[in-house]
């Protein structure tokens, strides 16, 4: 997901900082998005953007979030992680618990939770159609940057409503791969769609 999101984003015109626990043991990193961006550190990375994307297994997340969280403070924070069979078991949604690490000034939205990783450089379906992205979060602000970002890079967003109401998008990620196996044979390239009335 790291890889796809920060593609489209180049592609958009966004400087992308990749942060990897290991950054010098990535050789193929140009290979795979380019010269043009750079991969640090995971806190050099941090230090180098306004907007920061999650994109780690969510048994690590709190971990690490605790570990930089004076540094997430202020930035708005796409939490793209699914914690599966560890959803938190007092009904919170994985991103509540980040943003509840972070603390007073977290500004996390819930967002691409729900695209497989596999569509996020094909934003239209095979009906030639915009992907909707699905987010949710508390802070207006954040909602709209995330919303202005979705839209960038060719999908449609939509609104999910609050950070606690994204504990939906959690849960629709186990179906979503499960009808994708059903439906599709596990293509990967199935996506969601609210349909008009
Ligand atoms: N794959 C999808 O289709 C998809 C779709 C929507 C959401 N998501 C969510 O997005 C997140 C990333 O998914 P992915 O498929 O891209 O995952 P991934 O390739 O398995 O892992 C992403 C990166 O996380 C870092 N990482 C691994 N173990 C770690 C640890 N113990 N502590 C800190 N960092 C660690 C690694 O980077 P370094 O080794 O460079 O540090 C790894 O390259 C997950 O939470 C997943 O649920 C995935």
């Known amino acids: 997901m790291a890889f796809a999101l920060g593609k489209a984003f180049l592609a958009a ?56 969280a004076n540094s997430l403070k ?12 560890a959803q938190p078991n007092d009904g919170s949604s994985g991103a509540q618990v980040t943003a509840r690490i972070i603390g007073e000034k977290a500004r996390v939205v819930a967002a691409f939770k729900t695209n497989f990783a596999e569509t996020i450089s094909e934003p239209k379906d095979s009906s030639d159609k915009p992907r909707e992205v699905h987010y949710a979060g508390d802070d207006k602000d954040a909602k709209d940057i995330v919303a202005g970002l979705i839209e960038e890079i060719g999908f449609s967003p939509v609104d999910c409503g609050t950070l606690a109401q994204s ?8 179906l979503m791969i499960r009808l994708d196996e059903s439906l599709y044979g596990t293509s990967r390239k199935s996506s969601w769609r609210i349909a008009s009335p």
Do not use: C, W
């Open 13 to 68: 015109g966004y400087f992308v900082a990749f942060g990897s626990r290991k950054p010098e043991t990535k050789n193929q990193f140009h290979e795979m998005v380019g010269d043009e961006s750079k991969i640090y550190g995971i806190q050099a990375a941090i230090d180098a953007g306004q907007i920061i994307i999650i994109t780690i297994p969510y048994s690590q997340v709190a971990e690490t979030v605790r570990k930089f």
């Open 167 to 174: 504990v939906t998008l959690d849960h629709m990620v186990p």
């Open 74 to 85: 202020n930035k708005v924070v796409i939490d793209i992680t699914n914690p599966f069979t």
